[in-house]
């Protein structure tokens, strides 16, 4: 088994603090891995970087179209959001249209990452609900599913219709059968993958095979996340920023405990990394690093260097150090 | 050089998701390393694990007993709290009676961990202040020092005499000259030392040398520490509840990036560690795993069980996973 290696280092004068190892890999749309980092057979569980696999049956099912969903709700179902307005007034709106409310949900409540949002709650006197759990897109894709198959309440189980047609979609992209599951945060279920069956979905999701369900079902899930970057994270987000900074050109995702992908359609490739002590400064990083190396984001872009560099801030707002990628990874 | 060790993994159902690596060592009071996981002679910043280190000017100058300062004094002036009323109140007293304001601080604004704070200043309209920021307490034994000195404000830079003054019972403590400083999120500078020397000093503050003022400054503030574990962090808080799990003859302290010490009166011993990544969960859980191999934290007791396994739960309260500590490093 291949160690992971160097990726991320966090410097603060002229000593090396901290630093985080990891395993990244990106493949072709054939499945072929182009590059990799660690071991790239490294099982994982993709957390919330794999909630486009987990859309698929929305659209395959004929779900989506049915209950008339646009890419504003495709991109919500693909996102951790910060449940700022933006989000939970999508996603309300999505529930009404279901005839379903927030107590269908099984995703518990989250208090909103959302500044803004946060600070409303405190002064209105309320409690975050399951709304502002950052995966109410990914569960009101769920329930239009549900809603779809005329399944049972509890959406979240691991033998229910609904898990099962994400299992189908996730291990079919994959290309691997998940040795594992854990019920993630929200209380679904997550499965596992090596680190390049993750890269291969990606790959697969940049670019489909054919013109069938599969292949339509992807390009309008990639699209969508594209199009509404705003949704997928939320301001100050890295997924945001570092979509905006592409220009719309290449869709990326973060996963709970560092897990980090991007599909770059234009380029026909999938990226997927996991640091392994779950550290999200590191994964966010190393997927900008990544990108800067297969030319979709500017190295000089303040989104770039934000992630890849710092500073590091005191609180008076004195830099007190930076970020660097450790040699051995990507150099940029 | 010796390389880190595996110390904490985290598990999702059946699957190892992510995994720390760290150093650690335990010292006696005459300096010699009893036992040593990774490179005890690894240079890290202890960041806020060292801040009993940096009060002992406070104490040896006169500067504490010439302004009445009492225990709970000296506990904020070793704390990283949660700027909780039970925290700010005493800051602010603690300035009144200084003659000195909060815009004397030169430590910078922070949102304070604890909630009821934070929802009271949204609340009120007001935004986080100095007072807030988790050092206030050691800034205010700074500027309490700095009173009796009669140097200047900017009490913060380096070369300043207090910061000197710091970083001579610094170094006298760990037994090393610092090699390097790096300025810490609360602007003070912050010396560098290897574990095996943060741990000395942990020893020789568990077990002072003599009668003299050193040892009667290290005595005074193990036991304000032990004394006053909710002032040290706050409800909630690794530091506070694990010390309290110890009934008080036991004091520890959490520093940014993942430093951990402890300082062991009765058997005159001191602990440090450090978590090569950052993450805090280990250094908390690594500590944990320490102090019970060391016979003064009850493995069984509920805060020792929170740190050291979790459980990690979803956020409708299932059980998804567990921490627990890497074979090689202490079982418990």
Not at 63 to 86: K, M, N, P, R, V
Request: proline fraction near 4%.
């Amino acid at each position: 088994m291949t160690q992971p290696v160097p990726m991320v280092e966090i410097w603060r004068g002229d000593l090396l603090e901290s630093q985080h190892l990891g395993h990244a890999v990106v493949c072709d749309a054939s499945g072929k891995v182009v590059e990799a980092w660690g071991d790239d057979e490294k099982v994982i569980y993709p957390r919330s970087s794999c909630k486009m696999l987990q859309a698929l049956p929305l659209i395959e099912s004929g779900a989506a179209d049915a209950y008339g969903l646009t890419s504003e709700h495709l991109a919500l179902a693909c996102a951790s959001h910060q449940g700022a307005a933006i989000h939970t007034d999508r996603v309300q709106l999505w529930l009404d249209g279901l005839g379903l409310s927030v107590d269908d949900f099984r995703c518990g409540p989250q208090k909103p990452s959302d500044k803004d949002a946060h600070e409303a709650l405190v002064r209105a006197g309320k409690q975050p609900c399951q709304i502002h759990n950052n995966c109410s897109g990914k569960h009101s894709g769920f329930l239009t599913l549900n809603k779809h198959l005329g399944a049972g309440s509890e959406y979240i189980e691991v033998d229910h219709p609904v898990q099962r047609a994400s299992r189908e979609a996730f291990e079919e992209m994959t290309g691997e059968t998940a040795e594992y599951y854990g019920i993630d945060g929200c209380s679904a279920p997550n499965f596992s993958t090596s680190v390049a069956g993750l890269a291969r979905a990606m790959a697969k999701m940049a670019k489909p095979d054919g013109t069938g369900a599969r292949a339509q079902a992807s390009k309008r899930l990639v699209e969508a996340m594209c199009a509404h970057p705003d949704l997928v994270a939320g301001e100050g987000g890295a997924c945001t920023e570092l979509m905006r900074a592409m220009g719309g050109k290449v869709a990326i995702k973060t996963g709970a405990e560092a897990v980090y992908v991007a599909i770059l359609p234009e380029q026909g490739l999938g990226m997927a990394l996991k640091i392994v002590d779950g550290g999200t400064r590191a994964a966010e990083a190393a997927i900008a690093g990544l990108l800067v190396k297969y030319g979709v984001l500017d190295a000089n872009h303040p989104a770039a260097r934000k992630y890849l560099h710092g500073p590091i801030l005191s609180r008076r707002g004195l830099n007190t150090g930076h970020m660097r990628l450790s040699e051995g990874f990507v150099q940029v």
